[in-house]
């Protein structure tokens, strides 16, 4: 298909804005970073609406999933399949895949020094072809800003840069809010953060949720039930290993915070399969 044309088709899906039964198709997805395959087929489904968990032990390969499904150039993928309410994303540039409405908050946000938070969101929402009238779009701004109790002072400042740990982590959370999109990948939006700040963002990541009435589904990478306490989830997958080992509801992301995942790493499936029929 000529790039045209693909273009007008991505266009006239988001246009459309997502079906209320979308959903995010992975299977048999793999991936390699420099030659080293990190993705061992991973199949996942992850409808509109919907909160879906995913954890796992340090280095197996969530962050590489995160990446894959929004088209970073690094990730290859060698094998597999991924749609999003019927769309090939492989065959998408990231810029594409953000505009059928796929989303990802970073694990470790980078800063971009010379871009200010406000000309970045503006110029986000402009290339999705959201954009707001100025009074509007500070006016939008700034309540989402109120909301994660941040600083009006943040509006001015270089994205990231020199932003604390919770700091950035709410500034993904600002992006999520101001971008509204169809499916949110969310990578560790609650590491390195003390209470107070994970529930300012646990809070904005489900009024976001509760806003899109049913049409944004979540995939939630991380390592704490905490955060779940406040986002229920529907599904919770566990990864190891570059594929997912398991998948249950709420109470397997409890049995990882009592339990740890020793009994996935030590005995591979056949503990997978023991905890799972506790
Ligand atoms: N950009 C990269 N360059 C080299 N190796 C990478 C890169 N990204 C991930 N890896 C490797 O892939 C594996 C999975 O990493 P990652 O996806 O970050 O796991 P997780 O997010 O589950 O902790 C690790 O062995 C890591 O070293
Ligand atoms: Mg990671």
Redesign the pocket.
Known sequence: MSEIAEEARVVAATDEGASPTAELHVDGLRVS??G?P?LDGVDLRVPVGQVHVLM?P???????LAYSLMGHP?YQVTGGAASFDGQDLLALSPDRRAKLGLFLSFQNPIPIPGVTTVNFLRAALRAQGKELPARDFIARLGEEMTALRMDPSFRSRYINDGFSGGEKKRAETLQLAMLEPRLAILDEPDSGLDVDALRIVADGVLRVMEKSEGRMGVLLITHYYRILENLTPDRVHI?HQGRIVDSGGPELAHLIESEGYDPYISAGSAAAAEVTSR
């Open positions: 970073v420099e080293k990190i796992g340090n280095g197996s390969g969530k962050s590489t690094k990864m």
